[in-house]
């Protein structure tokens, strides 16, 4: 049980106290997990999960298993770690890394007996104790490239993703909680600013009043990590909207801001239709898809200066119709325009 009074640093302290999953699984859901604790899960694990799996059991078969399985000395490690209250629910939103020797196959791909650190993000939703809702996302497309597996084009992004720059992630004394609504507002107010776009310059949504000139993009396995205005343009926001110029978002399930953080998380957070060239190196298909997303924001002063971003790749692939997993015994020659 998670002390309702002191609900993040006990959460903080069951997760170290259990950081060692292979070793620790058992116990940790069992300190953490109600009985009838749902699990909305990226793919490939949602294969099995449908629209979210129900209970510390399934959670453990189909979520914790198939990783204790593939990667040994499995230990979570977390950098950044947020609380708030969301449409009167209260929240845990965590970001950081799954790290394990690839030691057998994971729904197919071939180990490398090294070892990998796997991005998660992740949120849950606390009640009397317990967490009774929570929603993950791991890097996969970043684990498939690691394993020369990604069939696409090279991604245009560069690779890291580090702690915070001011290493202060985890927020665990000492926060103002009027910084938090203060980071709250200033996101919402970049969204609102994203909304804007006119579909021609990427200029019309007035993006450098919320960052600052050096910013840093830490974006997913595909698309890869960006510095600054050029080179995240560049990198992300010209190929992204000529890909997906009519995309929407919503059905947000948790956005909470606390000190200098932010973070949000929907199923699915985006709605759109995949209608131009280039993204990816793809084709465009035509066809409505909905994309899972995770943000984690960090503001200096009166602008945002880093961002942990997740996209459920193998998912929104699989929209396109390619199955990252099913075509691993495929031919590894980039396919899509160049």
């Known amino acids: 049980m998670i002390d309702p009074k002191n609900l993040k640093r006990d959460y903080w302290q069951i997760l170290q106290t259990n950081s060692d999953m292979a070793t620790h699984v058992d116990r940790l859901l069992g300190h953490l997990y109600a009985s009838n604790a749902t699990l909305s899960v990226c793919a490939p694990f949602d294969r099995s999960a449908g629209d979210a799996l129900v209970g510390r059991e399934a959670i453990k078969q189909h979520f914790f298993a198939p990783l204790l399985a593939s990667f040994s000395g499995l230990e979570r490690r977390t950098d950044i770690l947020l609380q708030g209250q969301f449409k009167g629910g209260d929240w845990l939103a965590s970001y950081g890394w799954l790290v394990g020797r690839f030691d057998r196959p994971f729904f197919g791909l071939k180990p490398t007996s090294r070892f990998h650190w796997l991005r998660f993000g992740w949120f849950e939703r606390v009640e009397q104790g317990q967490v009774v809702e929570s929603i993950v996302l791991l890097d996969i497309a970043r684990l498939l490239i690691e394993c020369g597996a990604w069939p696409l084009r090279a991604q245009l992004g560069e690779t890291w993703s580090p702690v915070p720059r001011t290493q202060d992630g985890l927020g665990l004394v000492g926060i103002d909680p009027t910084e938090g609504d203060k980071s709250l507002k200033l996101v919402e107010a970049m969204i609102a ?47 992204f909207l000529t890909a997906f110029p009519d995309r929407i978002g919503g059905n947000h399930r948790c956005r909470i801001g606390e000190g200098t953080y932010v973070a949000s998380s929907g199923w699915p957070s985006i709605n759109a239709t995949h209608a131009g060239d280039g993204w990816l190196g793809l084709s465009a298909t035509g066809k409505r898809i909905t994309m899972r997303v995770m943000d984690f924001w960090r503001r200096d002063g009166d602008f945002l200066d880093e961002n942990w971003v997740f996209i459920d790749m193998v998912d929104l692939l699989k929209q396109f119709g390619i199955d990252l997993f099913a075509d691993l015994g495929a031919s590894a020659e980039p396919r899509g325009t160049q």
């Open 193 to 239: 600013g994203l909304m804007r776009y006119d579909g021609k310059s990427l200029k019309s949504m007035g993006m450098t009043q919320f960052w600052t000139p050096e910013f840093y993009w830490y974006g997913p396995g595909g698309i890869g990590s960006a510095r600054g205005h050029h080179n995240y343009e560049q990198t992300h926001q010209r190929p």
